[in-house]
């Protein structure tokens, strides 16, 4: 029987031994004395026991110390995160551009084999710069993901990813001086090697800080097109019932010019799905934030139907993002490359216009343009009349225009008007026009006038007579300020139908087409007065399918050429001294100034386009008069007048063609002819001999459909559905010539554009003469 032991609260550490004969004698022992041999077998068994304790206690420790060990790094590491930055993913998207490389087609694909080898460089040196500098501990790596042309070498579009404390976004965008001072000289000390061994330095480097969902959305879900556009090509964009949630197209075009993007339609947009349902336009190849132009969602963010943007360099990214289940969505757009413009200038005039760059489309991001304008002589000041403003307007809570503005003499404008405002300015005025990195609007449009004091009334005003004055808007209605019946001579011009035409006199006609019909229905005569015009000796085009010409029977026809490049546009001659052609003929190319009057010459009474005889008539241009809302984008008010040197006398092989009135009407299903030195087939070399060919006036909403909604009011389509007789280039500016009464001959149209030539379903495209009467009257008398 092993007798037990009272329980005791002494430590492990310090157990009294009943065996410990040195003990002292005033010391007491919970236990008896260890004297006997019976005391000896005890004590073995009390050390059985102490050691089986000790064993326990140690045991116990050892398992528990582990745990603690753990607990107390877990409360360190919350203590330290509660007391340290947050971290988060930080990335930067940027382009840097190299001088000596040039971008060329297999760039344009991410997965050919020189895309691949450029980028692995490009991405190696930002991981040796970045490593070697002081942001080198947050950086994770880089990633290029498109390359374009730039304006002096290739440029190449890259995200650099950093994990990093999240007050240091700063930093990374806009690096402090030290670390400014570690990147730059390792760009300026820095070379490429290329797979060729070719050495490339870097140029020029932005950074912008994004969001991780646009680098994860631009790399991994998107369905991305890569597209290219050369000047004079339209390139289409189409998107129906897409299956996938997220698309993007990368426009690029030549680096001397810009990219002009055409919405045409869109549908499918709820106003609940605009957080992940949009159309965003960027002045980049990455969609970044702080470069978006525009972007629309929701019901009425598609008018007017037809929108149109202008990026600031050569590239542009769309990105269409919905919902999967809206199957009805559709997008239709186009866009081309067209010419870099400068903006602003001198200009000293007795009236003219003046807009945004690139009006009626959107402006470009990030510019600044600057126009003085002066009266030609002392004594004269400035009457502005401001048609239109749409501009991004100021950040909310803001006192003053912070964004984009338009200012006159010192005074921002910055908030849409729709009336027209007109403001008296001195004899010289300084127009100031500035738009910031992002979202643009359509812009401006200003018309202005010379005027004196002296005079009776200023412009805009009607005379009244006796000294008074009243603007013409309030002719004929009940407030007349002018007195009894002093203005209602104007009355009738104010109440005629679109469709009547209308007498020198003001009074109106309801019979169709009276003009030059042999019969005087006008009191005063003016219906057959301007008559002369539209005749040739026989009774009896851009042109594919078309025949020679006899000569003399289009005698308004000419030819307009330019030194060593000859033959450029076709025109038609109405009048001695004006010729009407298509604005586009006079758009400056990189080599070639079109737009210089000097440069043109004038061939009339020609057959063969390099006929040498003293029959055909050779003039100079004087002037050259551009329709000033001529939108190179969608070829509207494609038109232009030419003010020749000197006279020409008519012959019968030179003879003006009629100029028809705003109400004269030509009926579908008319069959009219198209003339020119035009290509014979797309893609083909000119005509020698003039080439006539017949073609039909077609409906207007039926080439519309055709056309996906691009024909305006200022356009009218003819040809043949079928295909095979069309305009062509060459013919671009010539005649669409059609009949009336008598033989007369009146143009009708003026050759425009078209999708090829001749192609079915693809009819030629004139700008319409009748819906421009009354701007080639104002400027040709």
Known sequence: ?????????????????????EQTAGQKSPHINCCTSYQEGLCQKYYFFKWMRLCFWRRWLLGILPIVSLIFTVIMLVLSYSFSPAFSSIYIGGSIEISNLTYTDDLNDPQSQKFLLQAEVIQNYFTEIYESSSLGKYYLKSVVAAFSEGDSGLRAYYWNMFWAPQDMVASFKKPTPVQQKEISSKQATHTFSSTTE?????????LFVSDSTDYDVMLKSAVSFDLYAKPGNNRTLTLINPKKSFYQWRLRVPSNCVVRLVVITLHGVTPESCASHHLSAYDFLLPLQNKIITRWCGPGAWTPSVVRLTSSSNVMLLTFSLDRREESSILKAHFQAIPKIMCGGHHVSWNGTLSSPYYPSYYPPNIDCSWIIRAPLPGYKLLLKI??????????GSSKCDKDWLEIDGIRYCKAHSENMLREYSYSVTINFHSDELVTHRGFYIEYKAFRHTDRCVPEQLDCGDRKCKHQYKTCKDDDSCGVDSDKNNCSYKSCSPYAYRCLNGKCLLKPNPEC???????????EANCACGRHQFRKNRIVGGADARSGKWPWQASLQMGGHGHVCGASVISSKWLISAAHCFLDSDSVRY???????????????????????????????VHPQYDQSISDYDIALLEMETPVFFSELVQPI??????????????CYVTGWGAIKEKSHLAKTLQEAPVRIINQSVCNKLYD?????????AGNLSGGVDACQGDSGGPLACTGQGNRWYLAGVVSWGEGCARRNRPGVYTKVTALHDWIHRNTN
């Open 198 to 206: 070719e050495d490339f330095d870097l140029v020029t480097m932005e």
């Open 595 to 625: 737009s210089i009057p000097s440069g043109w010459r004038a061939y009339m009474g020609l057959h063969t386009i390099n006929e040498k005889s003293n029959r055909v008539v050779v003039r100079s241009i004087k002037r050259i008069i």
């Open 658 to 671: 009629c100029l028809p009135s705003t109400s004269r009407i030509f009926v579908y299903g008319t069959v």
């Open 387 to 396: 048609l239109i403003i749409q501009i991004q307007e100021k950040s909310p």
């Open 517 to 527: 019909d042999g019969k005087r229905d006008c009191a005063d005569g003016s219906d």
């Open 1 to 21: 029987m092993i007798p037990t032991f009272p329980s005791s609260r002494v430590s492990v550490y310090s157990i009294p031994d009943p065996c410990n004969s």
């Open 709 to 717: 909604d691009l024909i305006t009011s200022r356009m009218l389509c």
